[in-house]
């Protein structure tokens, strides 16, 4: 018998019950206005939550301490884009263990300054990732623990100059060793591995014109890399880091949709999924 899943709100009840709350308010048009959802994040985040969400997720106070919040305020605000998306709302219990946990850590690892976009946020925080999933009860395999400084230090080091020479961005030429070793460090399609990919790859795409990736692949080049067990949990993701900056902006909400679900069919073909 397969072992149950970790659930995110086993670990995080009021973190849960907070976001449930403000997108229901979201969706009975009770709340209507961001600057009114960010007041009501940050009052949140008491520096005991804090506390208790960083022991969960170590890193979280760190990723908060950027640009005054801003990091924090959009992570939850992905939390509650989450619970209004339809593909979660009709996901299998099973993928929404997994997105639920891969939008708690997608932005872990980014370092906001001075408005710059940080290129390398996606890589760093999968490495955050791999660290975290086994505290919170995800199996890992047997070479885990001979295998994960190595893999991090791949994963790190797989950076290059942006073609505009403004600092670094992804080398997409490590993508598939850097994949094939999630799995080997919790096995072909597992949960935790498949958590770390969509982490991993949530800034490897574009997907909504308007925002384009550095550091992107293509759709072949990313079929090349990746299994069909991920695309589903990686589609839920972009979907949802672009609603989250559009929840009360239905035209932009739905035209972003309309490119990431069009990204994805595209990919879908590749794979022959």
């Given at each position: 018998m397969t072992a149950a899943l970790p659930q995110l709100h086993d670990h995080l009840p009021d973190l849960c019950a907070f976001?449930?709350?403000?997108a229901h308010e979201i969706e009975n048009g009770n709340l209507r206005d961001g600057?009114?959802?960010?007041?009501?994040?940050?009052?949140?985040?008491?520096?005991?939550?804090?506390?208790?969400?960083?022991?969960?997720?170590?890193?979280?106070?760190?990723?908060?301490?950027?640009?005054d919040g801003a990091t924090l305020v959009h992570v939850t605000q992905v939390m509650i884009a989450l619970q209004l998306l339809p593909e979660y709302r009709r996901?299998?219990?099973h993928l929404r263990c997994l997105l639920d946990w891969t939008v708690l850590q997608h932005d872990l690892g980014k370092e906001v300054i001075k408005g710059q976009r940080d290129a390398l946020h996606a890589f760093r925080g999968a490495t955050m990732a791999v660290r975290a999933l086994p505290g919170v009860g995800f199996p890992t395999s047997d070479a885990y623990?001979?295998?994960?400084?190595?893999?991090?230090?791949?994963?790190?080091?797989?950076a290059v100059p942006a073609p505009d020479g403004k600092g670094l961005v992804q080398?997409?030429?490590?993508?598939?060793?850097?994949?094939?070793?999630?799995e080997q460090l919790f096995g072909v399609d597992s949960a935790a591995a498949l958590i770390v990919q969509a982490v991993l790859l949530h800034q490897s795409l574009d997907v909504v014109p308007d925002w384009p990736n550095?550091?992107?692949?293509?759709?072949?080049?990313?079929?090349?890399?990746?299994?069909?067990?991920?695309?589903?949990?990686?589609?839920?993701?972009?979907?949802?880091?672009?609603?989250?900056?559009?929840l009360f902006d239905p035209d932009s909400k739905a035209?972003?949709?309309?490119?990431?679900?069009?990204?994805?069919?595209?990919?879908?073909?590749?794979?022959?999924?």
């Amino acid at each position: 018998m397969t072992a149950a899943l970790p659930q995110l709100h086993d670990h995080l009840p009021d973190l849960c019950a907070f976001v449930a709350t403000q997108a229901h308010e979201i969706e009975n048009g009770n709340l209507r206005d961001g600057d009114a959802l960010a007041r009501c994040i940050r009052e949140f985040y008491t520096p005991e939550r804090m506390q208790t969400i960083d022991r969960v997720v170590p890193g979280w106070t760190t990723m908060a301490a950027y640009a005054d919040g801003a990091t924090l305020v959009h992570v939850t605000q992905v939390m509650i884009a989450l619970q209004l998306l339809p593909e979660y709302r009709r996901a299998t219990e099973h993928l929404r263990c997994l997105l639920d946990w891969t939008v708690l850590q997608h932005d872990l690892g980014k370092e906001v300054i001075k408005g710059q976009r940080d290129a390398l946020h996606a890589f760093r925080g999968a490495t955050m990732a791999v660290r975290a999933l086994p505290g919170v009860g995800f199996p890992t395999s047997d070479a885990y623990a001979a295998l994960l400084e190595p893999w991090i230090h791949l994963v790190l080091g797989a950076a290059v100059p942006a073609p505009d020479g403004k600092g670094l961005v992804q080398d997409s030429r490590a993508m598939p060793d850097i994949l094939r070793g999630a799995e080997q460090l919790f096995g072909v399609d597992s949960a935790a591995a498949l958590i770390v990919q969509a982490v991993l790859l949530h800034q490897s795409l574009d997907v909504v014109p308007d925002w384009p990736n550095p550091g992107s692949v293509t759709e072949v080049e990313l079929a090349r890399s990746i299994r069909p067990a991920l695309v589903p949990l990686l589609e839920a993701m972009m979907l949802v880091d672009s609603d989250a900056w559009q929840l009360f902006d239905p035209d932009s909400k739905a035209r972003f949709r309309e490119s990431t679900l069009a990204a994805f069919a595209t990919l879908r073909r590749h794979l022959g999924a």
